[in-house]
């Protein structure tokens, strides 16, 4: 043991900022490394916990769950890693052995550890991590692009291609395109939607989503009929609709302008009950799916990097903030306003 430290952005419960602390700087167990955080990025579900979601850790504790970076220690049972080596987190690791683990679902495991939800996270100088949670960040693509990949947008291809099973030529309704649903729109037209229809309530979003790839745009305005207006747009109706406001509005949306066999994926995180306001008798007469979507796997989070690394997307022109390990409370104040029109933003640390 060292005495060695590090600052760390603590939360210390629901209505308090962000506070930089120093703690101990973590050493690896075994099968875990510690990576030198390069960069970490602010999510809307950080935003959730400093206002209302319960975080499943004991408090005081470290968030951020998005970080890339350098290893810079490993344990010593660690033989897939070197210092020095180019990483990013995949958060949807569970514990490998449970039922729900080996049917193909890690990322809902009931042991799930994300570091920065469930265990000191990357709002800090340094990160202990389990080793076999960790993917190569390739050649040519930033650790802050990296950080970006690891949820805000391998989450959304988790919904469109893992769980939505996106097929090219198909017409996608993405609701809510900020920056999950951003990226969402971006992914879409790399997996060859023929349409991409985006809906918000915000004209810089719809403005953002047509430079990504979308199609047509929606204003969601209030006393518009959205519904008539998506599946007039689609000819009766969409493939896949991905939701990524977490309201239940936007799910009841979602469900009402699938066409017969359609898939509606949730993506959006929220506390209250989603909502079907689709006849019982026409849901099923349509083959209607309803699909949860919860983070990634790890592949998901390989095939973004490399869609990155290939130029297939351009994750860094949609980093609008890069703020450091200090200002991550105004960050985050100024994700929940909206004040200054985040499309997201990154905390990095100093080299
Ligand atoms: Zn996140
Ligand atoms: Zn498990």
Request: charged residues 20%; contains cysteine.
């Amino acid at each position: 043991m060292t005495n060695r430290r590090m600052r760390a952005a603590r939360f210390h419960g629901v209505g308090t900022p962000l506070e930089i602390e120093e703690v101990p700087y973590p050493e690896p167990g075994p099968d875990e490394v510690v990576v030198r955080i390069a960069a970490c990025g602010v999510c809307g579900s950080d935003v959730h916990f400093l206002e209302d979601l319960p975080v499943p850790a004991p408090l005081p504790m470290t968030l951020g769950h998005e970080p890339a970076g350098l290893i810079e220690s490993i344990g010593k049972e660690v033989r897939d890693w070197a210092p020095g080596d180019r990483v990013a987190l995949s958060i949807g690791e569970g514990c490998g052995t449970c039922r729900t683990c080996r049917s193909g679902h890690p990322n809902s495991c009931l042991s799930l550890v994300v570091p920065g939800i469930h265990v000191d996270g990357a709002f800090a100088e340094a990160i202990r991590v389990r080793a076999d949670a960790l993917v190569a960040v390739p050649e040519g693509v930033s650790l802050r692009a990296a950080a970006v990949a690891t949820d805000c947008v391998a989450s959304p291809y988790h919904g469109l291609a893992c769980r939505g099973r996106l097929e090219p030529g198909e017409r996608v309704v993405v609701i809510g395109v900020g920056g999950l649903g951003g990226q969402g729109v971006a992914l879409s037209r790399v997996l060859e939607a023929a349409m991409i229809v985006a809906v918000d309530t915000s004209p810089t979003a719809l403005e953002r989503a047509k430079q990504a790839g979308a199609t047509h745009t929606i204003l969601s305005q209030p006393g518009a009929d959205l519904a008539a207006e998506i599946s007039e747009l689609t000819d009766g109706g969409a493939d896949l609709v991905l939701e990524c406001v977490g309201a239940p509005d936007a799910v009841s949306l979602g469900t009402q302008v699938l066409r017969p066999g359609a898939r509606l994926v949730l993506v959006g995180v929220g506390i209250e009950p989603p909502r079907i306001d689709v006849p019982l008798a026409m849901f099923g007469l349509r083959e209607l799916t309803v699909l949860g979507s919860f983070g990634s796997h790890k592949r998901d989070l390989v095939e973004v990097l490399q869609m990155q690394a290939d130029g297939l997307l351009d994750i860094d022109s949609t980093i609008s903030h890069r703020l450091p390990l200090e200002k991550v409370a105004e960050g985050l104040e100024m994700l929940r306003t909206k004040k200054g029109d985040p499309q997201r933003i990154v905390i990095e640390m100093e080299p």
